[in-house]
């Protein structure tokens, strides 16, 4: 298996699990989400649902490039909430609160998700590009 099919069941079975998480412990995420958002609740739901399609979405060649689309465009939209995070100073788990460097370090590994997703939208080496017809 190469690089870049082990660091997409890497990230797969991560948005997966993180995804799992939002429905199964929601309550650290509702904090998170930036105040001026309506229904926090709902959009941890929202965002888990799609962080779960988009990394399964990941391992089935037929759709890779869309999910790599979609886990980019939900990487965007939660960054408020990470910046949130790192502005009040809010960790996930209160038992154990995340120094604050540590916060606004999260900000440029979105940059790397990001960039990470985008490479999983692109055909891999020897593979055919499918157009839809």
Known sequence: MNTKAVLRVL???????????????????VKIVPAMLPAPL???YVSGFFEILGGAGLLVPRVRRA??????????????????MAVHHISLDDAHPLPPVALWLRLPVQALL????????????GERRRDPA
């Not at 699990?17 to 939002?22: A, P, R, S």
């Not at 960039?115 to 939208?121: D, K």
């Open 11 to 29: 990230l797969a079975l991560a948005m997966i699990g993180i995804g799992i998480d939002h429905f199964a412990n929601p309550v650290p995420f």
């Open 42 to 44: 709902v959009l941890v």
């Open 67 to 84: 999910a790599g689309w979609g886990l980019v465009a939900l990487y965007v939209a939660v960054f408020p909430a990470n910046v949130n």
């Open 114 to 125: 990001i960039g990470l997703a985008y490479w999983m939208s692109r055909p891999d080496a």
